[in-house]
């Protein structure tokens, strides 16, 4: 025989769990239900569609597609926690991870989905009096860095993303900046001696790596203040912002921890993860959060120009990241493949640091090299933990040859692995990217048109994607200087 069983689950009763099967499945058996979950994923993984490159990599896209959608989870009108009739989004699994790679993305491609996930943590910050840095099962879980919400609700803002209150959440980022929080642990920051020195000392926790979120952390607030026209608060967060400056070591060309009398700590090695390869510090006492003193150096979002000038100037700077990637031998002890580390998110962004200094050919070869020896079909298929769909969507993102710098307006051009990708947009418009003659070998661009127009430059605007058109990539196997001369923003060249 066979049984048909529904099963309907709800957080608040077991009269609401029956009302969902009622309203999931009336007049619908197994197949009809199965049927219309097959149309919606068709539906959301159709927002990119993709043509040429190898089957491989168009498997290994589709599903890097579909994992980055699956958290956090939309529990709108199961919220056990608080009345609202906000939407609610439960398992932010964590925003120190997804706010780099998966809000960009959900922005461009699910932006009713993001402006509710931007929305319920406006809420949760109203009824808990924290934006979470994580959320899971209904408690806001572990800060590993700085208050990464703030980066999200930026990223929204600075992309038009309509139908959210900012003023409510601008509140709740200025509490971050400016109040300490009694469970720095797990929501807000520990702010008293960032505000005072101006960096985290090694008193603190993660004191090195927590100052580089906090300073981007008052960037984002920075460029809310100023669309919200609050003037002097956008002076005074753009220049905090700056604070990553006050741990930079001219000797080691690194980012240094101090301690609280402003010495660099001694001894240092900028290549040393200390949380697992010190008997001194634990995994949450390390000066660094998953990372090495070389890899945070790395995470300067807002102010590459000025990672620049304190490594020497341009030259000097590729060197710097030759090293970083492995790609040049140095006298200090760097593993022999480099320090850069795509299984986890601290130096994700390290290789589009390139385009900064003028070499997109170097970009251009780190992110093919990561994408043909990170990212495979079968077990093992990714270059370590998910995190919640972030390692998923790096790779969406240079498979159709975009990257964003999150919590802000523009997005790298990078080298497409397909030769055609169609990005749908809201009111029905489209954004396509097209590389007729992009191969492996093929990865380097040598011009660009947008619109038919020639660009003469490293990056696009969000408007000029999500007003939808069209960007042509002449692909060729040898470096160009191409669009060497203009520079992606950078707060040290505004």
């Keep these: 025989r066979r049984i048909e069983v529904k099963i309907g689950v709800s957080f608040v009763s077991t009269e609401q769990a029956r009302a969902s099967i009622e309203r999931e499945t009336k007049h619908a058996d197994f197949d009809e239900v199965r049927r219309r979950a097959a149309l919606a994923w068709e539906q959301t993984l159709s927002k990119i569609k993709v043509e040429g490159g190898t089957k491989d990599e168009r498997n290994i896209f589709y599903t890097a597609l579909y994992r980055s959608h699956y958290m956090p989870h939309d529990v709108t ?157 956008a002076k005074k967060y753009l220049a905090r912002s700056k604070n990553w400056m006050n741990l930079w070591d001219a000797e080691t060309k690194s980012i240094r921890p101090r301690r609280a009398d402003g010495s660099w700590m001694t001894p240092y090695d900028k290549t040393k993860l200390y949380m697992l390869d010190s008997p001194t510090f634990t995994w949450m006492s390390a000066p660094y959060y998953e990372g090495s003193g070389y890899q945070y150096s790395t995470y300067i979002p807002h102010d590459v120009a000025g990672l620049i000038n304190k490594t020497g100037g341009d030259e000097s700077f590729v060197k710097w990241l030759d090293m970083f990637f492995g790609a040049i031998k140095s006298d200090e002890a760097l593993r022999p493949e480099g320090l850069y580390t795509q299984g986890n998110e601290p130096d994700i962004l390290a290789a589009f640091l390139y385009l900064h200094a ?20 079968g077990r093992g298929g990714l270059p370590g933990n998910d995190d919640a769909g972030t ?97 992606p923003p950078s707060m040290s060249i505004q």
């Design 77 to 233: 009108g199961e919220n056990v926690w608080w009345q609202s009739d906000e939407p609610h989004y439960e398992d932010f699994y964590a925003i120190w991870d997804t706010f780099r790679t998966v809000h960009p993305l959900l922005t461009l491609i699910q932006p009713t989905r993001q402006r509710d996930m931007v929305r319920s943590l406006i809420d949760t910050y109203k009824h808990t009096g924290w934006l979470p840095d994580a959320r899971i099962a209904g408690a806001n879980g572990m800060v590993q860095g700085g208050s990464n919400a703030d980066v999200v609700i930026a990223d929204a803002f600075v992309k038009g993303l309509k139908g959210i209150d900012y003023e409510t959440a601008y509140q709740g980022m200025v509490k971050n900046a400016e109040t300490d929080s009694p469970r720095a642990a797990y929501e807000g920051r520990e702010v008293g001696e960032y505000k005072e020195r101006g960096f985290i000392s090694m008193k603190h926790e993660r004191s090195a790596s927590r100052t580089m979120e906090y300073a981007y952390n008052d960037f984002c607030l920075a460029q809310v203040a100023k669309g919200l026209g609050k003037t002097d608060d």
């Design 358 to 377: 003028g070499r997109a050919d170097r970009m251009h070869e780190r992110v093919r090299g990561v994408m043909a020896k990170e990212y495979r079909t």
């Design 391 to 487: 390692m998923s969507s790096w790779y969406v993102w240079n498979a159709v040859g975009l990257y964003p710098n999150a919590g802000q307006d523009f997005y790298y051009i990078g080298s497409p692995v397909f030769t055609r990708s169609v990005i749908e947009l809201e009111g029905n418009r489209a954004f396509t990217i097209e590389a007729a003659n992009t191969t492996a070998k093929n990865m380097y661009v040598q011009a660009a048109t947008l619109e038919g127009k020639p660009l003469d430059r490293l990056w696009l605007t969000h408007a000029e994607i999500s007003r939808g058109g069209k960007l042509v990539l002449q692909m060729s196997d040898k470096p160009s200087s191409w669009s060497t001369a203009k520079r």
